[in-house]
């Protein structure tokens, strides 16, 4: 039975591995952490509808049946043998491989970089990941629901930012913070909630509606401009200063808590993983497919394939589609093998 190495379990590598073991591979699939699901595992509920992100993690660690996989595990030496990888992981296991499923994901913006936000600084400025672990741990918890909260959210932080060195958009966090700032009316029905955004990118469908229902159900405020200066008084609230540029007016708002949308950008161990592959990256960082259009799925070196986050921003239902054209893509080249 010819053997396939996955590395990473995250939503890419748990489809991947599910399909290509049902195509009868020997499926082997390396995970660095300690836990499958990859960013999955972190988030509570998901645009556009609120499913439980649980829901769709534990489906795909259901059909994991018959997957060998390793958890806190590297590959740490790869050596190409013309037509298979002599893989060896840092838990003494070494694997001949036919063929080889990078879905290493992606990085979340580590906020503390764009200073002017204040992350690491001041209490009460988090993050769109710090907000998914809250709600995970508060949605069933009693809250005071009648205490009056301001909350901001900032669109953009660490994508379409040439300072920062990304300028992809990072397709994800305007959805993300559309149904966090609903999320926030749900848990708090007289909080006031605003969104300081560039443009608004809500491409997908039904993510029109979520929109629409933020603004009609919800009351939440879109204002269009870039902030421009977060500080914090005395009670530790943030003071946020900002441009509505489509009233042309300056905006000055105390809040409670501030949400920087971090975006998502090429994975560290990504980097990684492409020099003991040897395949190229690009110049953002995410790994280089063989084009744009057509070899998404493929690397420049025989054998090596993608899916998932590892080459570019994708939603969930984006990365289970690749995942399982991916999974066609390697079954193809190991028939004719
Ligand atoms: C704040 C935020 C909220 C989001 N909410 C939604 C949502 O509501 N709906 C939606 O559709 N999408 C959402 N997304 C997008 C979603 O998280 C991604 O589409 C999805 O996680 C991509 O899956 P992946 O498997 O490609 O990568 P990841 O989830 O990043 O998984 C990669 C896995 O590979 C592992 N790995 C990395 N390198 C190695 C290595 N060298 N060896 C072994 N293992 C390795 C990692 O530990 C990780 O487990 C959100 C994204 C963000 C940033
Ligand atoms: S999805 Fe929205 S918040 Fe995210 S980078 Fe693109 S425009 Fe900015």
């Given at each position: 039975m010819k053997n396939i190495v996955i590395i990473g379990g995250g939503p890419a590598g748990l489809e991947a591995a599910s399909q290509l073991k049902k195509f009868g591979y020997n499926v082997i699939l390396v995970e660095k952490s300690n836990q499958l699901g990859g960013h999955l595992a972190k988030w509570d509920r998901l645009f556009?509808?609120?499913?439980?992100a649980e829901e769709v993690l534990s489906t795909l660690i259901s059909n994991l049946q018959g997957v060998t996989y390793f958890l806190n595990t590297e590959i740490v030496r790869i050596y190409n043998l013309q037509n298979s990888y002599n893989i060896i992981m840092n838990n003494g296991i070494t694997v001949l491989a036919d063929a080889v499923l990078i879905c290493s994901g992606f990085d979340l913006f580590k906020a503390e970089k764009k200073e002017e936000y204040g992350y690491g600084i001041y209490e009460r400025v988090i993050t769109n990941a710090d907000l998914e672990q809250f709600f995970k741990e508060n949605s069933k918890s009693k809250i005071e629901?009648?205490?009056p909260v301001k909350i901001g959210f900032v669109h953009c932080v660490g994508s379409r930012d040439e300072k920062v060195g990304n300028r992809n958009c990072s397709k994800v966090c305007c959805a993300t913070a559309v149904k966090q700032a609903c999320e926030i009316k749900q848990m708090y029905p007289n909080a006031e909630v605003f969104c300081f955004y560039?443009?608004?990118?809500?491409?997908?469908?039904g993510y029109e509606n979520l929109y629409y229902s933020a603004q009609k159900d919800y009351g939440i405020r879109f204002i269009r401009g870039r902030v421009s200066e977060v500080s914090e008084d005395i009670e530790k609230r943030v003071i946020v200063k900002a441009e509505d540029t489509l009233s042309g007016k300056p905006i000055k708002v105390t809040l409670d808590a501030l949400v920087l949308m971090s975006g998502m950008q090429n994975s560290c161990s990504g980097a990684k993983t492409a020099k003991l592959m040897n395949v190229e990256t690009a110049d953002d960082g995410y790994f280089a497919c063989k084009?744009?259009?057509?070899?998404?799925?493929?690397?420049?070196?025989?054998g090596v394939f993608y899916a998932g986050a590892c080459t570019g921003p994708k939603t969930i239902p984006d990365t289970l589609s690749e995942a399982r054209a991916a999974a066609i893509q390697v079954h193809n080249y190991l028939k004719e093998k």
């Amino acid at each position: 039975m010819k053997n396939i190495v996955i590395i990473g379990g995250g939503p890419a590598g748990l489809e991947a591995a599910s399909q290509l073991k049902k195509f009868g591979y020997n499926v082997i699939l390396v995970e660095k952490s300690n836990q499958l699901g990859g960013h999955l595992a972190k988030w509570d509920r998901l645009f556009p509808d609120f499913t439980p992100a649980e829901e769709v993690l534990s489906t795909l660690i259901s059909n994991l049946q018959g997957v060998t996989y390793f958890l806190n595990t590297e590959i740490v030496r790869i050596y190409n043998l013309q037509n298979s990888y002599n893989i060896i992981m840092n838990n003494g296991i070494t694997v001949l491989a036919d063929a080889v499923l990078i879905c290493s994901g992606f990085d979340l913006f580590k906020a503390e970089k764009k200073e002017e936000y204040g992350y690491g600084i001041y209490e009460r400025v988090i993050t769109n990941a710090d907000l998914e672990q809250f709600f995970k741990e508060n949605s069933k918890s009693k809250i005071e629901k009648d205490t009056p909260v301001k909350i901001g959210f900032v669109h953009c932080v660490g994508s379409r930012d040439e300072k920062v060195g990304n300028r992809n958009c990072s397709k994800v966090c305007c959805a993300t913070a559309v149904k966090q700032a609903c999320e926030i009316k749900q848990m708090y029905p007289n909080a006031e909630v605003f969104c300081f955004y560039m443009d608004l990118r809500m491409f997908g469908r039904g993510y029109e509606n979520l929109y629409y229902s933020a603004q009609k159900d919800y009351g939440i405020r879109f204002i269009r401009g870039r902030v421009s200066e977060v500080s914090e008084d005395i009670e530790k609230r943030v003071i946020v200063k900002a441009e509505d540029t489509l009233s042309g007016k300056p905006i000055k708002v105390t809040l409670d808590a501030l949400v920087l949308m971090s975006g998502m950008q090429n994975s560290c161990s990504g980097a990684k993983t492409a020099k003991l592959m040897n395949v190229e990256t690009a110049d953002d960082g995410y790994f280089a497919c063989k084009d744009s259009l057509y070899h998404l799925q493929e690397s420049e070196s025989k054998g090596v394939f993608y899916a998932g986050a590892c080459t570019g921003p994708k939603t969930i239902p984006d990365t289970l589609s690749e995942a399982r054209a991916a999974a066609i893509q390697v079954h193809n080249y190991l028939k004719e093998k």
